[in-house]
């Protein structure tokens, strides 16, 4: 168990991938995944389940919503190959319950779409962990998550700040397919340069 296991304050700062929290007058760097952040409002009080990796000449704190986020991001680090970065990388792409999902069904094509997984290590990390993670189906897109869209603009060559503001200024229907949402949100990025 990590010795910050959870953490409770102001939201200071925010970056793509990243929290200050401020815990009474002291500011803790919270990495996480992008629902996670892109969820926390600046000023607002958050509470995230944490953890820590501590290397030679780094300590890095990692935060996410949920225990069962935090317990699968765990899970995942103790593959070989996966690190923390990549950790996230799955995390941010589709929620905690479709993650254990696809990883429980062997689905290494949906593995593939994070950030820095390539077609080996996705089929990997369902080889190694298909027996220790067990969830239920759930349907796909009734949720008004948009980590898909972030993933699929960040595939199209993006940054995931430009993804994060895209998704957060366009009105995508929460019942739209992927492709219209990511359609809706490339809209934004010509309105954009059109100084609309």
Do not use: C
Request: avoid cysteine; glycine fraction near 12%; hydrophobic fraction near 45%.
């Amino acid at each position: 168990m990590s010795p910050i296991a959870r953490l409770t304050g102001v939201v200071a700062e925010r970056g793509p991938d990243w929290l200050i929290v401020d815990v009474n007058g002291v500011g803790y760097l919270v990495h996480g995944p992008i629902g996670t952040v892109a969820g926390a409002k600046v000023g607002a009080e958050i509470a995230l389940h944490t953890h820590l990796t501590v290397r030679e000449d780094d300590m890095t704190l990692y935060g996410f919503a949920s225990t069962e986020e935090r317990g699968l991001f765990q899970t995942l680090i103790g593959v070989s190959g996966v690190g923390p970065k990549v950790g996230l990388g799955l995390l941010s792409i589709m929620p905690v319950d479709e993650l254990s999902y696809a990883i429980a069904s062997g689905n290494a094509a949906a593995l593939s779409r994070a950030p820095g997984v390539g077609q080996k290590l996705a089929s990997r990390i369902a080889l190694e962990l298909r027996d220790k993670l067990t969830a239920e189906p759930r349907p796909v897109g009734v949720q008004g998550d948009s980590s898909d869209v972030v993933a699929a603009l960040m595939g199209l060559g993006y940054s995931q700040s430009e993804a994060l503001e895209a998704v957060a200024k366009s009105e995508l229907p929460a019942d739209a397919p992927v492709e219209d949402k990511v359609r809706l949100a490339l809209s934004y990025f010509g309105r954009a340069r059109a100084g609309g």
